[in-house]
């Protein structure tokens, strides 16, 4: 079990998590006294298959346990599901000694996380992640969402738990998809901060495709790429947007494919993409490039995709990092090292740059998914 912390803005030495094979048993030691009743908003699969130990935990802590289950999906992520929610918890009369406890992936970590931030003008809450994406990426660094249909996250609040307790034993119920999709971040992470980290996930290789198959100093080492960069940049005014490697071009093939390509696979073919732009960009050594390709293939990931540049090209165009009308992409100069330290993290590519690279990944040998 690894004990970390996470700096988080206003507390001091920031909120512990606890990760690996039974941290759930941690809840009594982060329970506060001051938290009467516990709200448990748990996706609807993830609390089939773990929810009674949870509510189980939660008896021993809170005099009341409320459980309010949200549907799977991402189209769930909405004001919709965040407003029925809301509503039947002021029903319940719950108040402000009530601890939201969120139970599952992504979507419902961000959807919960929102709630927290606005339920009474702001309650303490805990994340308890159950997919791999969420234990390395979405239940780290106090971002919550939600969706509209112009375009994901345009809603959200920055708003960080108490707690984060990461129970690695809940993740070998995952389907291949999904932890395919989480294994994508992991690289990310390794790719943005973790050289080390990224020759390890090579040496693994395809161990690594079974649900639950990463090693825990590992998957400390792709948390702890993320918990340095959010504490040096908690609200994203520069270094920050390094954990955008890939997701420039990802979300524009999601977007492009109404989701058909879950967000693991597009921002596989992103880093692949923007990778041929970091080549010839920032000088990214052209071995390294085939070195990330090589591994996503390794890992069941893809590199490419069949779409015409032009179905993205309209998605790339509301990116939230644009400034000034230029897309502006996190790059590696190095696998483990970003460049654009003196201009915000972040570099201004054309849509031809772009163009390019994207059909140079769509030419290469392999198979287009
Ligand atoms: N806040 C952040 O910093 C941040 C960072 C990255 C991603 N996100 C968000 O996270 C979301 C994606 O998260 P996700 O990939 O976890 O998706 P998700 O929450 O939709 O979960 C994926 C699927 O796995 C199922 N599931 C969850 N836990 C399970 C378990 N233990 N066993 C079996 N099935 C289980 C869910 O029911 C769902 O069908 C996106 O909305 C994205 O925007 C947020
Ligand atoms: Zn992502």
Known sequence: M???????????????????PGALDGLPAVWRPGWHAAALVADATAFRLHGAAVVRGLRRCAGTVRVYEVPPGERHKSVATWLRLADRMLADRLD???????????????LA???AA???????HLLLPTTLLAVVDASLGGKTALNRPAGKNLLGAFRFPAAVLADTRLLETLAPREWRGGLAEVVKHAAVGDADLFGRLE????????????????LARAVRVKLEVVARDPFERGRRSVLNFGHTVGHALEAATGHRVPHGAAVAVGMAVEAEVAVERVGLPAGERERLVALLGTLGLPARHD?????LRPHLEVDKKRRDGAIRLSLPARLGRMAGGRTGWTVPVGAAALRRAWERRAAAPGRAR
């Open 2 to 20: 690894f004990r970390l912390r996470c700096a988080a803005p206003g507390a001091a030495g920031g909120h512990p998590l606890w990760l690996g």
């Open 307 to 311: 779409a015409a540049f032009e179905r």
């Open 113 to 115: 996380g929102f709630l």
């Open 203 to 218: 040496r693994a290789g395809n161990g690594l495709r079974r649900p639950g198959s990463l090693d825990l100093d590992l």
């Open 96 to 110: 402000r000694g009530t601890c939201l406890v969120a139970l599952g992936g992504g979507v419902t970590l961000d």
């Open 118 to 124: 606005t339920y009474l003008r702001g309650l303490d």
